[in-house]
C-alpha cells in the first residue's frame, strides 16, 4: 500500500503560478495529477514515469504546466505557470506501482490505483 501526500494548493490571481508537491510513502512506477472541477469528470493534467523520466500532459496545461520528481525523496511536484480560471479544480496526486506501460492511458485515471485526498487550487480572474 502507498500513501499519498499532497501539498502546496491555494489561491492565486489569474497569471500567477503555484507548485504542487506530492510525497509517496513507497515505490511507485508511475505518478501523475489529476484534477477535477464541481459537476465535471476528474481528468488527467500531467504524469511522469518515475524510472525512466517520460512525461505526459495534457492538452490544455502543455507549456504551462511542467511535472518534476525528485527520486530520493519519492516526491513529485506540478509546476503550474500562467494560471488561468479554469485551472480551478481540486487536484489529485496519483499513483501506481504496476511496472505496466501506459502508453495512451497515462492520463485515464484507471490506470492508478493509489490517490492522494486532494489539494485545492483556485485561480481568480
Known amino acids: 500500500q502507498v500513501q499519498l501526500v499532497e501539498s502546496g494548493g491555494g489561491s492565486v490571481q489569474a497569471g500567477g503560478s503555484l507548485t504542487l508537491s506530492c510525497t509517496a510513502s513507497?515505490?511507485?512506477?508511475?505518478m501523475g495529477w489529476f484534477r477535477q472541477a464541481p459537476g465535471k469528470e476528474r481528468e488527467g493534467v500531467a504524469v511522469?514515469?518515475?524510472?525512466?523520466?517520460?512525461?505526459y500532459y495534457a492538452d490544455s496545461v502543455k507549456g504551462r504546466f511542467t511535472i518534476s520528481q525528485d527520486k530520493r525523496k519519492n516526491m513529485v511536484y506540478l509546476i503550474m505557470n500562467s494560471l488561468k480560471p479554469e485551472d480551478t479544480a481540486m487536484y489529485y496526486c496519483a499513483a501506481d506501482a504496476r511496472p505496466l506501460w501506459c502508453g495512451g492511458t497515462c492520463l485515464q485515471d484507471t490506470s492508478y490505483n493509489y490517490w492522494g485526498q486532494g489539494t485545492q487550487v483556485t485561480v481568480s480572474s
Open positions: 513507497g515505490y511507485t512506477y508511475k
Open positions: 511522469i514515469v518515475t524510472g525512466g523520466g517520460s512525461t
